[in-house]
């Protein structure tokens, strides 16, 4: 059969395909759908040795996920952080820019929320409190962004080390400053005040999803604009794919390296804001959703595409939501859904090399 | 017919996804000979070669040692085979010294004995008049003293076969004709040599046999005695056909003569910039006026890569001064001079000069992001940047798929042409080119040269950087030579130009000698 | 105050630093090695996780914590062995494939401690330590630092062992052409993927072994998520010492001693909120970065795949 | 009203030997006495548990108990917008008639109780007491315990340190922390943890106190003898059986919400563990005081305040 190569601008797009439709489905069926099923099958095995069925597993997670009312709400709440991190992490890695350390910089974005929106909603409409909150949150965790950047930019130093380093440390400061400066006094529980349900992000009319969601959407969909269809977006591609060419273009690297590290960090921050102001209403002292992690993964599935972010965040976010119910149901704890997304993270990346180096070879 | 061949290539074929790189090629290489083999870029030389060293496998052939098949099957096996080969890029790690460079290859739990392999590369640089410390950063020695500690490794592991894979292209013309005795004189111990050169003047000079690929297959074998026999210009003749299927060598361009009092474009006066470890450019003071070519020789690593980046905006200045129609440029940066019409071709156009991902029509936009009418408010307008694209793809002949191809997917010749075509589009007032024509074959060279010179004619101010001293003398209207990161001296491009700009570069006439002379 | 002077409890600082320190050193050389020959090992942490639950698994099994640190080592090595396969072998994404070890790693550690032991929480029996003749006779670090199991000396040992190997053999010569210049390993007839491919399962089993000392000697049981990260000091600690084994010694202990000192500080009696003395380690290695933070040298190659011949 | 199911929610597995566990099982106990049925929700984390409860609001579930302080912001909402009841820890101040009611649990009393006993087994004169963090059951029973080493022997030195940030299932830092604190003079230690006070009975177990003999360990919450190697000295044991059950009546009743639920001495919800390692002449006086302090004889007062915790540590160090 022959394939033609797919056209990919930059690192990571997913090939957004030009060549006849029929070619297409074949493509995505085999590096898209199959993928996936052999990492259910390779998960279900998991769950067998631990004596559950794992049709019976996958049928509850996908029942309770998205048939029941109450459950796709649940899935689409989730999503919220999820896709502002994921909007962050793409902005952050197209330009090349590994920023590991987004534990620290969504819970000082939380915690910023937190200590804000409480007092302020006693004295300011409540548009204009939730505003300030998650223009604060965006610069607390930009703030905290920046020595990695400065480092980075104008002293090389790899922001591998320097992101994760600051997250530690963020994580600690976020806990110190819940617990010393912003505490609820009139509780016992070290945790921030609460900002009042009603006072909270408008949950979408009839629902119980969080408007956050619609925040989340708005931005990853802007990052995906921005990247792919503006300047700014091509300079900071640039910059991530030849650094070199970036400087003999006359791009302003460190400028730019520490403003993506701003911007990016500002978006984790708000997913922290959001998840605040939409749904805890507080930050509850050693309260770490480490989300880092499980989202770097998704992104990576998603090629640092932002529209396939969300395809892979609602999945993500279903899997959670329905593990929570299953781990009930059925006895199995929720860490099965990291074992899941790990199974698909590689075979998903092995799959993809296979069907480059099979496009290749289809080629002559 | 001489002896038993050392090394036999018979009906060897190899493929790559799209193209035949080698195509049922027979060769026979004998000791004691410089055995050269020619043909245009993508002829499938390295790939040869690539078989003989162990990196690639033939589909179909085999390759003999002595008369007998050999599976060279990594580069290992080449090596035990006494195969040694000096690779096109540098094959030598910068970060470790030259004798642990040396010491590369044993097995990793013997104990490190450099003394003794620096001892036996002392004596062996020694037995051939050559100095090179062998505790020296091997990042921090010239290209060419590199590629001679590349030969001496090979000769230390007994190869009894050198490979030099496109050798001569980073040298000067001394470094060539260093190389070019070395080469001798290794033949002259009975060794087979190989040697890949784009150059013809080379094979000639160097060569005991010559084996002409085109296509992948092997189209011509001249020998010693049709070496000897013919007629020079004939031998020219024949060769030029064979690699090019007759199609001739390139036209001679020579430019009109454009002296005469000018307004200069380009000042620089002073200038100093600190190269870090690598090369430095010291007081370099030049004027370049429209319509001017002004040719830049030396020898490669003299600050001449410092002096354009400099220019260009992209490395700061120590000191001194930049003006561009009498307006100082030094503070800008390298969009505000282009804005003014100063325009950099680099010498790295995969490493720096493009984006190989991306596609050929951003590519030739890359140094306009963000400009109208190509991007309104900062929004991409696709069908504008292509249609831009689609014009200058055929003002410029870039042979390519189509806008939207990855310009990595390109030849290296049409991603020169790209280049070309993004720095002389638009109110161009001085470009500033870095070895335009490396690493081309010699059509793309002619086109290349065409194009510069046509700029040039139509007022562009030129500063024309090359190694490539006939391309200098072929297309300047002065030169000036660089050593140590000094202009050392600017003349006229008149008759005597080759001897006195050779003499400059070898270092026999001093800065101000020259400076009286050409004054 | 005076108990904070007394012998025993200086004594008990050291080997709260060596408890803290060995598991972060194994890890630092390990992934040492894998960042010399140009691999960025980002799924140490699951390699350290999954030491730890086999190195627990085995030396409760068999009753021998020496047994158990093979388990370890054989863990971690199988982890490494599929980072190995789909990163220098297959040449996929090192951080990609890293995250997802690590994450899968947690995963599989959690269920199987689910199933396993979170019904009894086995714990294993005292360590047995093994004093240094001589040297354990001194004040505070005697016992503190030469009455310990003999894995501590081994680790302590491996440092300067991989010192001496890096400077008196070509293992660091061919490590490091693998990480700068592959291609002219491949050239001088060293199979850069055989070499690319030992040093992550080195790591792997270094790895493995900082796990399952963790479990085995630092806590005596394994609990899920036990390795807190771990790993990614590890990293910190690789690219810090700039491919030296000493100094990735010197950078545990100033981790471990980082994390004594909070212990110290509170039993003191000193009244800083633990979130602020929690926060010293990783303030120390910023101000570091801050400090020495010239471009760090970190081999050319790193996190790029090698084919031989590539264009 | 009519209650037929109730459920538990429990962040870690029931199976913990302490704080999830003792949950779980005093809700199925509860569950069983007052003829109701359990859904137990376990291993939920410590995120956002929302869905969970209202997905059991839509079961039909007719309480749910959110035995965890992190829940005690999301249950009053959910039991708001959903109208089912919900029982949740640590915020007295939430109370709601017929929707909220509160059990904040602290077992100050049983841990006075302790101390008592730690005071008067310490050879060294010094205890320790190693935490892994500062939530407020922990901290009221740290100062409880400290007021009954201090009433005991008032020259007794109490070490007090906290494990870290991610400690809860930091056992080799629970390891490391405990045998600090024993070599700063504590031959008894008072631990509370979850997964890390695994690793403090590892270090009770392993290390020996500075005058070389056994140091014992005292445990909350759960019960651990059948893990024990000869180290356990008590446990502040807590079962919230009667609490739960009380809560079940009152929704039947139709008086939910207007109380407060506690564990205590009293009726045996908080009780001191009797172990082997109970020297025989210690626990008849300890009993004693149990009995004076039901009787209100001695009054202990819970304290909740981290800062406050530690004043009383510095406090009784200096002396
Ligand atoms: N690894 C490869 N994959 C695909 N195609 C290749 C590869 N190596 C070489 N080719 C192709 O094989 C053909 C021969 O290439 P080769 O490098 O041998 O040419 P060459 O004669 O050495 O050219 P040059 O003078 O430019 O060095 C070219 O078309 C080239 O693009
Ligand atoms: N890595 C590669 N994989 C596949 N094809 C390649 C690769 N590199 C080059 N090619 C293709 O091989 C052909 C020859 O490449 P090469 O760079 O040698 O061009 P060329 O023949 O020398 O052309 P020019 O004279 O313009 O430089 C081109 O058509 C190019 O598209
Ligand atoms: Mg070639
Ligand atoms: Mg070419």
Not at chain 1, 308 to 313: E, L, S
Not at chain 2, 185 to 190: C, G, I, T, V
Not at chain 3, 71 to 90: E, F, H, K, N, Q
Not at chain 4, 181 to 198: L, Y
Request: charged share 15%; proline share 4%.
């Amino acid at each position: 059969m022959m394939v033609e190569p797919a056209q990919s601008s930059g690192a990571g797009s997913l090939g957004l395909v030009t060549s006849a439709a029929g070619r297409a489905a074949v493509r995505i069926g085999l590096t898209a759908v199959a993928p996936v099923v052999l990492a259910l099958v390779l998960s279900g095995a998991v769950l067998s040795q631990m004596g559950t069925d794992p049709l019976e597993y996958y049928g509850y997670v996908v029942q309770r996920a998205f048939m029941t009312p109450s459950g796709f709400q649940a899935t689409v709440t989730r999503m919220a952080p999820l896709l502002l991190l994921g909007a962050g992490l793409i902005l952050a890695f197209r330009a090349g820019l590994w920023n590991l350390g987004l534990d620290g910089q969504f819970m000082l974005g939380a915690t910023a929320a937190a200590a804000l929106a409480p007092p302020l909603a006693q004295v300011w409409p409540i548009p204009l409190v939730l505003a300030a909150s998650m223009v604060a949150a965006m610069a607390a965790a930009a703030l905290w962004s920046l020595l990695p950047a400065l480092l980075k930019a104008y002293h090389g130093v790899n922001e591998i080390i320097t992101t994760l380093m600051m997250s530690f440390l963020g994580l600690s400061v976020s806990n110190a400053l819940v617990k010393l400066a912003f505490l609820d006094p009139t509780t016992t529980v070290p945790q921030t005040r609460t900002l009042a349900v009603a006072d909270r992000l408008p949950p979408l009319s009839g629902t119980t999803v969080s408007s956050g969601v619609l925040i989340g959407l708005v931005a990853i969909v802007a990052v995906h604009l921005v990247m792919t269809r503006t300047s700014f977006g091509l300079r900071l591609r640039v910059v991530g794919a030849n650094p070199r060419a970036a400087i003999h273009v006359g791009l302003r690297v460190p400028l730019l390296t520490v403003m993506v590290f701003a911007a990016s960090a500002a978006l984790v921050g708000l997913a922290g804001a959001v998840e605040i102001l939409g749904v805890h209403g507080n930050v509850r002292a050693d309260w770490n959703p480490a989300f880092g992690l499980a989202v770097i993964p998704l992104v990576f599935l998603a090629r640092l595409n932002g529209l396939a972010t969300i395809v892979y965040v609602l999945f993500f976010s279903a899997l959670q939501i329905g593990a929570e119910s299953a781990a009930r149901r059925l006895g199995v704890p929720h860490y099965f859904s990291l074992v899941l997304v790990a199974n698909l993270l590689i075979v998903l990346a092995l799959v993809e090399h296979l069907s480059q180096r099979w496009r290749l070879d289809t080629r002559s | 017919m001489p002896a038993a061949p050392l090394i036999e290539f018979r009906g060897v074929t190899k493929r790559f996804p799209g193209v035949i790189a080698n195509d049922q090629v027979d060769l026979r290489i004998h000791a004691g000979e410089v055995h050269v083999l020619l043909g245009e870029n993508g002829a499938g030389k390295s790939t040869l070669i690539g078989m003989l060293s162990g990196l690639q496998q033939p589909d179909e052939g085999d390759i003999l040692l002595e008369g007998a098949t050999v599976k060279l099957t990594s580069p290992k096996r080449a090596l035990r085979s006494g195969i040694g080969t000096v690779f096109q890029h540098g094959m030598l790690v910068p970060t470790l010294t030259v004798a642990q460079n040396l010491s590369l290859g044993n097995p990793w739990w013997r104990f490190r004995r450099e003394g003794d392999i620096a001892h036996r590369f002392e004596a062996l640089c020694a037995d051939f008049g050559v100095r090179i410390d062998p505790h020296a950063i091997t990042g921090e020695l010239s290209l060419g003293e590199q590629q001679q500690v590349e030969i001496f490794r090979a000769l230390l592991r007994g190869s009894r076969v050198l490979v030099l894979d496109e050798a001569t292209s980073m040298l000067t013309p001394q470094g060539v004709e260093e190389l070019g005795a070395l080469m001798r004189e290794l033949a002259k111990r009975l060794l087979a040599v190989i040697l890949i050169t784009h150059k013809l003047r080379e094979a000639f000079d160097f060569g005991d046999r010559i084996s002409i690929l085109r296509h992948g297959r092997k189209v011509a074998e001249l020998g010693p005695e049709q070496l000897r026999e013919t007629d020079e210009h004939k031998l020219h003749q024949l060769v030029v056909r064979s690699m090019f299927g007759g199609a001739g060598g390139a036209p001679h361009i020579r430019r009109a003569d454009a002296t005469g009092e000018r307004r200069p474009v380009l000042t620089v006066r002073g200038l100093s910039v600190d190269g870090g470890g690598d090369g430095r450019v010291a007081e370099v003071s030049f004027e370049v006026a429209a319509g001017e070519i002004l040719g830049i020789a030396g020898i490669d690593g003299n600050g001449q890569k410092q002096l354009a980046e400099a220019l260009a905006g992209q490395r700061r200045a120590a000191a001194g001064e930049i003006l561009l129609d009498g307006r100082p440029i030094a503070s800008l940066d390298v969009g505000a001079r282009r804005r003014l019409g100063l325009r950099y071709v680099t010498d790295d156009r995969l490493g720096e000069g493009t984006v190989g991902a991306f596609p050929v029509s951003t590519n030739l936009l890359l140094k306009e992001i963000g400009t109208a009418p190509f991007w309104e408010g900062g929004i991409e307008r696709p069908a504008r940047i292509r249609e831009h694209a689609r014009a200058l793809i055929e003002e410029f002949d870039v042979r390519t798929p189509g806008p939207d191809t990855p310009i990595a997917r390109l030849s290296g010749g049409n991603i020169q042409k790209a280049v070309l075509a993004r720095e002389l589009f638009g109110g161009a007032r001085v470009v500033i080119y870095n070895k335009p024509t490396y690493g081309l074959d010699v059509h793309n060279i002619a086109s290349a040269r065409r194009r510069l010179s046509e700029a040039a004619d139509a007022g562009v101010a030129t500063i024309l950087i090359s190694t490539d001293l006939d391309e200098i003398l072929e297309l300047s209207d002065r030169i000036a030579v660089m050593s140590g990161g000094r202009v050392v001296g600017i003349i006229a491009n008149d008759g005597d130009a080759r001897t006195l700009v050779g003499e400059m570069m070898a270092g026999e006439m001093t800065g101000e000698e020259r400076a009286g002379e050409a004054a | 105050m005076d108990m904070i002077l007394s012998q025993s409890f200086l004594t008990s600082l050291v080997v709260g630093l060596v408890m803290a320190g060995v598991p972060l050193l194994l890890a630092g050389l390990g992934e040492q090695i894998s960042e010399k020959a140009g691999v960025l090992n980002i799924g140490i942490e699951g390699m350290m996780l999954i030491g730890a639950y086999a190195g627990f698994l085995g030396a409760w099994q068999t009753g021998s914590l020496w047994v158990g640190f093979l388990y370890g080592i054989g863990g971690g090595m199988a982890v490494a062995l599929l980072m190995a396969v789909l990163c220098v072998r297959i040449g996929l994404s090192q951080i990609v494939i890293g995250i997802g070890l690590t994450l899968g790693a947690e995963g599989l550690t959690a269920l199987l401690h689910h199933v396993q032991f979170s019904r009894s929480y086995p714990r294993l029996p005292g360590v047995e330590t093994w004093a240094v003749p001589g040297l354990s006779a001194l004040p505070v670090v005697g016992p503190g630092l030469f009455d310990r199991h003999p894995m501590v000396y081994l680790a302590i040992a491996l440092a300067v062992i991989l010192s001496m190997l890096y400077r008196k053999t070509h293992l660091g010569l061919t490590l490091q052409a693998a990480g700068d210049k592959p291609a002219a390993l491949d050239g001088a007839g060293v199979d850069v993927l055989r070499t690319r491919f030992a040093a992550v399962l080195c790591t792997g089993a270094l790895a493995g072994l900082g796990g399952a000392f963790m479990s085995e000697v630092g806590a005596g049981l394994f609990i899920p998520f036990m390795t807190n990260g771990a790993g990614f000091i590890g990293i910190v600690l690789a690219m810090l010492a700039r491919g030296r084994p000493l100094w990735v010694l010197a950078g545990a202990a100033l981790f471990g001693a980082c994390l004594s000192m909070t212990t110290a500080l509170q039993v003191a009696g000193i009244n800083i909120p633990t979130d602020v003395i929690q926060m010293l380690p990783f303030a120390a290695v910023m101000a570091v970065l801050v400090i020495f933070g010239r471009r760090a040298s970190l081999p050319a190659a790193l996190g790029l795949p090698y084919v031989r011949g590539a264009r | 009203a009519e209650l037929k199911s109730i459920a538990i929610l429990v962040p870690e597995q029931g199976s913990d030997f302490g704080w999830n566990q003792q949950g779980v099982d005093s809700a199925k106990a509860a569950a069983a006495k007052t003829g109701v049925e359990l859904t137990v929700a376990q291993g939920l984390g410590y995120g956002d548990v929302r869905p969970t409860l209202r997905e059991l609001a839509e079961d039909g579930v007719g309480l749910m108990l959110c035995h965890a302080s992190g829940y005690n912001t999301a249950c009053p909402e959910i039991a708001q917008e959903m109208k089912v009841p919900v029982a949740i820890v640590d915020r007295p101040d939430l109370l709601k008639p017929g929707l909220v009611a509160d059990y904040t649990l602290s077992g100050h009393e049983g841990a006075y109780l302790a101390g008592r006993l730690a005071a008067k087994v310490s050879r060294t004169g010094t205890v320790g007491v190693v935490v892994s963090g500062e939530p407020p059951s922990w901290n009221s029973q740290s100062a409880g315990f400290a007021q009954g080493v201090k009433a005991e022997k008032p020259g007794t030195k109490i070490v007090y340190a906290v494990i870290g940030p991610a400690a809860y299932s930091d056992a080799a830092g629970g390891q490391r922390v405990t045998g600090s604190v024993i070599a700063a003079g504590a031959d008894v230690i008072f631990g509370q943890g979850n997964g890390s006070s695994f690793g403090m009975l590892q270090a009770v177990e392993t290390t020996k106190a500075v005058d070389g003999g056994k140091v014992l360990f005292i445990d909350v919450i759960g019960d651990k003898t059948t893990l024990d190697k000869g180290f356990l000295l008590t446990s502040v044991l807590w079962d919230m059986t009667p609490v739960y059950a009380s809560m079940v009546d009152d929704i039947k009743a139709g008086t939910f919400g207007t109380k407060h639920y506690k564990i205590q001495l009293s009726d045996n919800s908080v009780r001191l563990l009797q172990t082997k390692n109970v020297p025989a002449d210690a626990w008849a006086p300890i009993m004693a005081l149990r009995d004076d302090i039901i009787s209100g004889k001695i009054k202990i007062e819970p304290v909740f305040d981290a800062a406050a915790v530690r004043a009383l540590m510095t406090d009784v160090a200096a002396k």
